[in-house]
């Protein structure tokens, strides 16, 4: 039966900067990469050398825990850098791509039509079995599991996150063999959560074969993660697998097209953009001819491939992260203020009501990257449970993972959550904790000892 939740608890930030509903097309840019550090837990194999001509849907390497898992070029042309850092770790794999871009073919077919095994081979042979991830971890799902769910966040509610519902309009087909190839991996739901109170599109209001649910509230109301958390919890043992809408294109493509298709929309978003808006392009492009179309305002920027909570930092010729579907440019902050502390900050943004700026609350401010202070001891201040919508206590479970206290992780809640899940605690930190590091760290843990 479909849901509606309400998330009470969780913030939203607004700022300067929001993408205009325009979709750019510009022509593709002359190098992509794909990045093993862009998946968790990776340990990536070779299967390619510098030099090597390759298509789109070749693959470049594999997972050296589970050979099945293959990461494939995002675009056919030529591998002209391997870059590795320390002890030889490849960063990324850089293609110089054609200017016409050239396929694998893959064979097309209805996913009703075929089975379990069928749909998982085709997804690991094409390579884009990297989209589908679970929790626990958040990393990319074994192929061997069975899930008990899928999930699938049709919203995004971080700060200036791109419209979906204007991206996915009239993408109906794809995203419905999508779906179809997904209800075929498990046995359970596939749950689709839509934002309640809107007109949605029709390509996620009648969507077939899957439970669709209605969610409300503040961010992180947009998150898998919590989405899962309130409708189908994730305990020790078992599995829950989770795409994002653009994924879900992806597999459709295959199935309909036969091809390893990694087009997408991004929003180019933040205060330091001339124009912000959307624009066309593939998974770890380089954003180079992006910038320079969208536009920096003077000053030094900060450029995030993904939002201001959970993105990395960038720079002006960088790539696209695989999963990211945002870029959010802000002021950097590195100039000292005078006295900021006794002004009355009617332009900062508060959660606190330090500044009377919470008299203003449907204000959009223009946040840079300044902490504000330095880290500080770590104590209960009840800031994380006003920004936490899960029935798991926040600080405990952080403190558990700094002690290393592998059971008490497990009881606390550790299977239920990523890095993001923590990202508005660390954003309301008075202490200045690392929150989504802490978190990083004992899912490693836990997933040596047990996973």
Same mark, same amino acid.
């Given at each position: 039966m479909a849901k509606h939740i309400k998330i009470n608890?969780?913030?939203?930030?607004? !700022?300067? /900067? @929001?993408?205009?509903?325009?979709? +750019? $097309?510009?022509? #593709?840019?002359?190098?992509?990469?794909?990045?093993?550090?862009?998946?968790?837990?990776?340990?990536?194999?070779l299967l390619i050398k510098e030099g090597d001509e390759v298509l789109t849907g070749t693959p470049l390497f594999y997972d050296n825990d589970n050979e099945t898992i293959k990461f494939c070029?995002?675009?056919?042309?030529?591998?002209?850098?391997? !870059?590795? /850092? @320390?002890?030889?770790?490849?960063? +990324? $794999?850089?293609? #110089?791509?054609?200017?016409?871009?050239?396929?694998?073919?893959?064979?097309?077919?209805?996913?009703?039509?075929?089975?379990?095994?069928?749909?998982?081979?085709?997804?690991?042979?094409?390579?884009?079995?990297?989209?589908?991830?679970?929790?626990?971890?958040?990393?990319?799902?074994?192929?061997?599991?069975?899930?008990?769910?899928?999930?699938?966040?049709?919203?995004?509610s971080n700060p200036l996150a791109p419209d979906l519902n204007f991206i996915m309009k009239d993408q109906d087909e794809d995203f419905q063999t999508?779906?179809?190839?997904?209800?075929?991996?498990?046995?359970?739901?596939?749950?689709?959560?839509?934002?309640s109170g809107i007109d949605n599109p029709s390509v996620f209001a009648d969507a077939k074969g899957v439970e669709v649910n209605q969610i409300s509230g503040p961010h992180p109301a947009g998150n898998v993660g919590v989405q899962i958390h309130h409708i189908d919890p994730v305990n020790k043992g078992e599995v829950v697998w989770y795409v994002q809408p653009q994924d879900v294109l992806v597999i459709g493509r295959l199935f309909n097209k036969g091809k390893f298709d990694l087009s997408k929309t991004i929003a180019v978003t933040g205060s330091m953009v001339n124009a912000p808006k959307y624009y066309q392009t593939i998974a770890g492009a380089s954003i180079k001819n992006i910038m320079a179309d969208a536009g920096l305002k003077e000053g030094v920027s900060r450029i995030i491939s993904g939002n201001i909570l959970t993105g990395k930092q960038i720079d002006s010729e960088g790539?696209?992260?695989?999963?990211?579907?945002?870029?959010?440019?802000?002021?950097?902050?590195?100039?000292?203020?005078?006295?900021?502390?006794?002004?009355?900050?009617?332009?900062?943004?508060?959660?606190?009501?330090?500044?009377?700026?919470?008299?203003?609350?449907?204000?959009?401010?223009?946040?840079?990257?300044?902490?504000?202070?330095?880290?500080?001891?770590?104590?209960?201040?009840?800031?994380?449970?006003?920004?936490?919508?899960?029935?798991?206590?926040?600080?405990?479970?952080?403190?558990?993972i700094l002690v290393e206290d592998l059971e008490l992780m497990e009881k606390l809640g550790i299977y239920e959550v990523i890095?993001?899940?923590?990202?508005?605690?660390?954003?309301?930190?008075?202490?200045?904790?690392?929150?989504?590091?802490?978190v990083s760290k004992g899912l490693e843990m836990i997933r040596k000892e047990f996973g």
């Open positions: 608890k969780g913030l939203n930030i607004k !700022l300067i /900067g @929001e993408a205009g509903q325009l979709i +750019e $097309v510009l022509p #593709l840019p002359e190098t992509f990469v794909l990045k093993p550090t862009d998946f968790k837990g990776l340990v990536p194999k070029s995002p675009v056919s042309g030529e591998v002209v850098q391997i !870059l590795r /850092g @320390e002890k030889r770790k490849i960063l +990324e $794999v850089k293609i #110089l791509a054609d200017k016409e871009i050239r396929f694998l073919k893959f064979d097309r077919a209805a996913p009703k039509d075929l089975t379990r095994e069928t749909i998982i081979e085709r997804l690991l042979n094409s390579g884009v079995w990297p989209f589908i991830r679970q929790r626990p971890y958040g990393i990319v799902a074994n192929p061997a599991d069975n899930p008990k769910s899928v999930f699938i966040s049709a919203f995004d999508g779906l179809d190839a997904l209800q075929r991996l498990t046995e359970g739901k596939v749950h689709l959560n839509i934002k790539y696209l992260n695989f999963y990211d579907s945002q870029i959010t440019v802000i002021p950097e902050g590195d100039e000292p203020e005078f006295i900021g502390w006794l002004k009355p900050g009617l332009d900062k943004f508060s959660v606190s009501r330090a500044f009377f700026s919470w008299l203003m609350p449907g204000k959009k401010h223009d946040l840079d990257t300044n902490m504000h202070g330095e880290e500080r001891p770590f104590v209960m201040t009840g800031q994380y449970e006003k920004v936490f919508p899960m029935d798991i206590y926040p600080v405990q479970l952080l403190k558990s890095e993001e899940d923590f990202a508005l605690c660390e954003f309301v930190c008075t202490s200045k904790i690392e929150s989504q590091h802490i």
